[in-house]
């Protein structure tokens, strides 16, 4: 085939220079190409014809000159006769095999989807200018962290969208949530269009000290990116989809756990009316309108016989619902307001689409479409009774259509406003030396942090990778970070500094991933060795920052870094057993049915509260009362939370948010550097052993020496200094090199 393609290119050329003289400029654009070729297995057939044809003629000529060379070019011949089969089999995309989870987990796994963004629902509101505080504690005293950061808000943007598509709001809802949000964002005071590290979520003042920390602000920007084509793709979906009564199923089978064991009969009734309608999938606006009204009124009642009891975790699963009710009824009666005019079920088939389930995007035409027909009908054959009916539909639809039209200028303006935020000058933070980013700039000092984000496995390779595609940085940023590799169930991984799951799976939440790359292959080892130091601490597993049992002056629970022994590079990764469950939800887009099965069992342990998972349970015995094995933090953070949900969007929702992220012209232009291939062969960091049982004194750090008394040894002994800029070798030989800046 290849050498068919050859010599066809040869001739033409020939003969068009030489001869012909005419199509000398003929050429088509690649993406042509690949958008007009077909990939099955017939396009590949009429793409390679040459070879079954030059195999056929092959064999025909071979038996009647010589039949007995048939046995010996047979198996070549038979390799060019099945080549476009074979060319077509080896070209099929890589497909991840589907998660495998039973009924009773898909179930549990929306179940905590929904108690997940009641944090959101229950605490970014109004009080905090619609920001999400940074965490909510139960024990030992109740009280809401009023502070918020980058991170916080960019996550608690995307979990707005989230339970959009979990069907939990609606689409007026999140519009409204996110103008708010962006509209308090705009507002706050920010260092060369960076968000500061802390912010007061009721004063909206910068917290002491005025810091920018890098790795904040590429989430920030990376989220905020995401969020746009999520916004910009609303105009053309249906007003109306069966993901609202998937979100109404979820609510109450959360509210039917609360209730215990005696249902309340209008619970019962309203559990009816639901299945009816889910069954049905009502296809047009009428029936959708009699659905949504009927849950509504059920779901009132259920709250009313609810109210008698004192309040309780049945009574706001309740409100809730009939709240969830009420948003997604209303927002269909604001875009679609004829559904109430008095025998509109009949009357309405009569016109064309006016009783079909329509995109926002047609909504907004439905005037220029429509109003002519039932002007024609009005004219033409009405009655005094269906003149007035038909000049209040007149007047609902022109109505509606604007509506419409505002809604769409509304999210075309919130995505414009998305893409400026994320907008941020990096120069000041970007070290062209060593082609790095500084782990932030105090401003209240004007100093840039001497430290840098240096590995690839970390949080913030997000935030490089969002740089280099706006053309803030350079591509020799991405290459600039380390790739130090260690070994871990027989496979390379690269090393990060605590071993943490944020550290490797956080990125994954808006950033793609590929097949047989390194990066895939780092997160799928980093969460084999995390369950495999599970299995050997006899504890479930998934390590990462989080808080622990130990408790300031104030009585707030502490927050640091933790990690798993053989993934990290700091020390002392082994004297801590805390387990923190939004590290099993992360590990959901990598080993869904392990951490499925994690997941259940921290529930099991008594980790569920309110709002989800807890945010962790302390096993290090130094810090449990006496008696105890083990401590529960009853707190939750707003961005593990917000890190939770998409995490189950990923795996329930057929990852959402990758391919937003996907979409977007200036990640698709950079999307190779998360390709890069796994190496064949490098040097592996070795890792010493490390034991929390192993009691150690250490008296002063000390550096080892070494002494070797021949040269003649089978490898090169080899010491290496570096400051980081300057750099000198020298063997147990006498060779070595002295470099500077190189």
């Not at 309608?277 to 309108?289: G, I, S």
């Not at 060795?529 to 601490?537: A, D, H, L, T």
Request: charged share 20%; aromatic share 10%.
């Amino acid at each position: 085939y290849e050498a068919f393609f050859s010599l066809d290119a040869v001739v033409r050329t020939i003969w068009r220079m030489l001869i012909s003289q005419i199509r000398l400029l003929e050429w088509s654009p690649s993406n042509d190409s690949d958008r007009n070729r077909r990939t099955d297995l017939v396009g590949y057939c009429r793409t390679m014809w040459i070879g079954p044809v030059l195999s056929t003629a092959a064999v025909l000529y071979l038996t009647q000159s010589d039949p007995s060379a048939i046995v010996v070019a047979l198996p070549i011949l038979g390799l060019w006769f099945a080549s476009p089969a074979i060319a077509w089999w080896i070209s099929r995309p890589l497909t991840q095999r589907p998660a495998r989870l039973t009924t009773g987990q898909t179930i549990f796994l929306r179940k905590l989807a929904r108690k997940t963004w009641a944090f959101f629902e229950q605490f970014v509101g109004p009080d905090d200018h619609w920001l999400p505080p940074d965490n909510y504690q139960e024990h030992p005293v109740e009280r809401v962290a009023h502070r918020t950061s980058p991170t916080n808000m960019g996550l608690a943007l995307l979990a707005n969208l989230s339970a959009y598509d979990f069907g939990y709001i609606s689409a007026g809802q999140l519009i409204e949530r996110t103008t708010n949000a962006l509209h308090t964002m705009k507002a706050l005071e920010r260092h060369r269009d960076h968000f500061y590290n802390w912010y007061d979520t009721q004063s909206l003042k910068p917290l002491p000290p005025t810091y920018v920390s890098t790795v904040d602000s590429g989430n920030l920007a990376g989220h905020l990116l995401t969020l746009r084509p999520g916004l910009l793709a609303l105009p053309d979906q249906k007003i109306l989809e069966t993901r609202f009564f998937d979100g109404l199923r979820d609510t109450l089978m959360v509210l039917e756990e609360a209730a215990g064991e005696v249902i309340p009969a209008q619970l019962a009734q309203f559990k009816t009316y639901l299945e009816s309608a889910y069954e049905a999938r009502p296809t047009t606006l009428t029936t959708a309108w009699f659905s949504l009204d009927r849950l509504a009124t059920s779901a009132e009642e259920v709250l009313a016989s609810l109210k008698a009891a004192p309040e309780g975790p049945a009574t706001w699963w309740a409100r809730a619902l009939a709240r969830q009710c009420r948003d997604v009824r209303d927002d269909l009666m604001l875009l679609a307001p004829w559904v109430l005019l008095s025998d509109s079920q009949n009357r309405l088939r009569e016109f064309d689409h006016l009783d079909e389930i329509l995109t926002l995007r047609e909504l907004a035409r439905l005037d220029v479409t429509c109003l002519p027909t039932i002007e024609h009908r009005l004219a033409a054959e009405a009655t005094p009774g269906e003149s007035t009916w038909i000049g209040d539909l007149q007047e609902l639809i022109v109505k509606a259509s604007q509506r419409a039209k505002e809604r769409i200028v509304a999210i075309e303006g919130l995505a414009r406003q998305s893409s400026r935020l994320a907008e941020m000058d990096y120069d000041f933070l970007f070290d062209k030396s060593c082609h790095l980013l500084a782990i932030g700039f105090n401003v209240g000092e004007r100093r840039r942090d001497s430290s840098y984000y240096d590995l690839l496995a970390s949080e913030a390779r997000l935030c490089c990778f969002v740089a280099i595609a706006q053309g803030q940085l350079p591509q020799e940023s991405w290459f600039a970070l380390g790739r130090l590799l260690t070994t871990t169930g027989g496979g390379p991984v690269l090393i990060s500094w605590s071993g943490s799951m944020f550290e490797y799976l956080m990125p994954l939440l808006v950033m793609p991933t590929y097949d047989n790359t390194l990066l895939d292959q780092t997160c799928k080892a980093a969460v084999e060795r995390q369950i495999e130091y599970g299995r050997q601490r006899g504890v479930p597993w998934g390590v990462s920052e989080s808080g622990y049992n130990t408790i300031d002056v104030h009585l707030n629970y502490q927050y640091r870094a933790f990690g798993v022994p053989g993934l990290g590079l700091k020390r002392g990764l082994a004297d801590d057993v805390v387990i923190a469950p939004y590290a099993s939800a992360l590990a959901l887009m990598v080993a869904p049915e392990e951490a499925c099965v994690n997941l259940q069992q921290l529930a099991e342990a008594g980790l569920e509260g309110p709002f989800g998972l807890y945010e962790a349970i302390d096993y290090t015995p130094s810090r449990l009362p006496r008696g105890q094995s083990s401590a529960v933090v009853q707190s939750y953070m707003a961005h593990h939370q917000g890190m939770s949900l998409l995490s189950l969007a990923y795996l329930l929702l057929d990852r959402p948010m990758q391919k937003r992220f996907e979409s977007d012209p200036l990640f698709q232009a950079t999307t190779l550097l998360l390709q890069e291939r796994i190496p064949k062969a490098t040097a592996f960091y070795s890792h010493s052993a490390e034991l929390s049982d192993v009691q150690t004194t250490v008296a002063g750090w000390e550096t080892p020496v070494r002494r070797f008394t021949s040269p003649h040894t089978p490898t090169p002994e080899v010491q290496l200094l570096s400051n980081g800029r300057y750099h000198v070798m020298i063997t147990n030989a006498g060779g070595g090199y002295s470099r500077w800046k190189d």
